[in-house]
């Protein structure tokens, strides 16, 4: 039975040789952002609720990048898989032009609505002059990170293709860099050491900025100057020519996708709406809460990274179904395994982590509970995580619409809409019972996966 769930010792050395820079990038980075964040917690809890909204808006645009990248990644790692390196070429081409276009219309709305988006998050009750003060941090913060928007969707481009063919440490090399330089400069700016000027939660803004502008120059110059190791990059930008045939499949099969991250994005962002009408101080609090989980939740997000690449390699190899189905299932099994440590340790720390933060007692004590609640939660997460990725690897993106971001509109944001409105329940009921939804999911998934539609190859 343990052999069912537990691989050899050569299984976990691809997998860790898969999953553990993308671990490395992705904690160091939010490593990082909880630094930052802790630094505009410094300034008062008004900046950092502002900034934590900006933040929360800013997520829609930044999965609907990924979600834009992912749809092509599928056809790049199977092409990779069969040894195809021009059609690896045309994937990255189709990335890099989608990626132009949803960062101008990212910049377009959020110039446009930002103050009504805002607004939409302090309605609860509380003091108005501290709401006023929250929009005002917010417009700040946001007007500076629209001109990071360019260079994350280009690296997204560049960083994915090259994870999908196999090099994933120059992609966290060129994080690491980034969340350095991001880490210093907050620290001058923010506070204004150095003689550099107090600028708070712009300083933030411009630190995160110039960081992205850093790794873009990092993993594009290296992809451009290793070109024997980077195939796909020669001639790519000689043309911008996609096969037609190629092209539509990857629009159809990669726009549920695209439109899936933005349904859940957006539907997250609703649901934090609906958290925020039980007061103003569930705003710091979420962010607090929400940080601790994001550097928690690392180690299974990577290893759902993992299991996508890892998948859609072996399906382009067309390799034996029963072989693929056993890595599949320990795979997972690695997953939900860190689910349940990372969420023991974040329960362990869930009465500390907040007294970190410049803000109120009532606060930290919301924080900590919600923290709790999340850390029950996450390895049911985990495994929903690994199922999405395992499905995606195949080709079922419709499936993976109507089971992740289907799912939060028709059955998540009802129910916190109703109870956040039509019913007394505080935020601790109501954030517990809308996440437990999640157990639903799960079971959907199970059976996805046990159906076998996801194992295919696409290339052929």
């Known amino acids: 039975m343990l052999h069912r769930y537990i691989g050899d010792r050569a299984f976990y050395r691809r997998v860790l040789g898969v999953a553990v820079p993308i671990m490395i990038q992705n904690g160091i980075t939010n490593f990082v952002s909880l630094l930052d964040n802790i630094m505009v917690g410094q300034v008062g809890t008004v900046p950092m609720s502002g900034v934590s909204i900006v933040n929360g808006l800013l997520v829609v645009f930044n999965l609907c990048i990924f979600g834009a990248t992912s749809g092509a990644g599928i056809f790049t790692a199977q092409f990779h898989g069969s040894g195809d390196s021009q059609g690896v070429r045309n ?27 805002i607004g939409l998050y302090l309605t609860g009750e509380g003091d108005a002059a501290t709401a006023s003060g929250a929009l005002d941090y917010g417009l700040r913060y946001l007007h500076v990170m629209l001109w990071g928007f360019l260079p ?62 850093v790794e873009f120059a990092i993993v594009a110059g290296w992809t451009h100057s290793h070109s024997l ?80 690449i890892i998948m859609g390699q072996m399906l382009g190899a067309c390799l034996p179904e029963p072989e693929v189905r056993d890595s599949n299932r320990k795979l997972i099994t690695v997953s939900v395994t860190s689910g349940i440590l990372f969420g023991a340790l974040m329960a362990l720390f869930s009465g500390l982590f907040p007294q970190i933060y410049n803000t109120t007692p009532q606060v930290r004590q919301l924080a900590g509970q919600l923290i709790c609640l999340s850390a029950l939660m996450m390895p049911v997460n985990a495994y929903i995580n690994a199922t999405y990725f395992t499905l995606r690897s195949g080709g079922q993106t419709m499936v993976t619409f109507l ?58």
């Open 403 to 460: 089971f992740d971001s289907c799912f939060v509109w028709v059955c998540c944001v009802p129910l916190a809409f109703c109870l956040s409105r039509f019913t007394p329940l505080t935020i601790l009921p109501l954030y517990f019972i809308c996440q437990s939804a999640d157990l639903i999911k799960c079971v959907i998934g199970a059976v996805m996966l046990k159906q076998g539609k996801w194992i295919q190859n696409l290339t052929v």
């Open 91 to 117: 994937t990255f081409r189709f990335k890099i032009l989608v990626c132009l276009l949803i960062g101008v219309l990212g910049c377009a709305l959020f110039l446009q609505g930002g103050p009504a988006l």
């Open 152 to 213: 994350f969707a280009l690296t997204n481009a560049y960083s994915s293709t090259l994870r999908e063919t196999g090099e994933t440490l120059l992609p966290m090399l060129g994080g690491v860099a980034a969340v350095l330089v991001n880490l210093v400069l907050n620290y001058v700016l923010i506070f204004g050491h150095f003689g550099a000027p107090r600028m708070g939660v712009e300083g933030a803004a411009v630190a995160t900025v110039i960081s992205r502008y």
């Open 229 to 308: 190791r980077n195939p796909f990059i020669v001639g790519a930008f000689r043309s911008f020519a996609i096969p037609g045939k190629l092209l539509k499949s990857i629009v159809i099969m990669g726009m549920p996708l695209l439109v899936n991250e933005f349904l859940w994005s957006s539907g997250m962002a609703f649901l934090n709406q609906c958290y925020s009408t039980c007061g103003l101080d569930v705003v710091p609090a979420m962010n607090i809460s929400s940080t601790l989980f994001n550097l928690s939740s690392v180690v299974f997000l990577s290893m759902g990274n993992a299991v996508g």
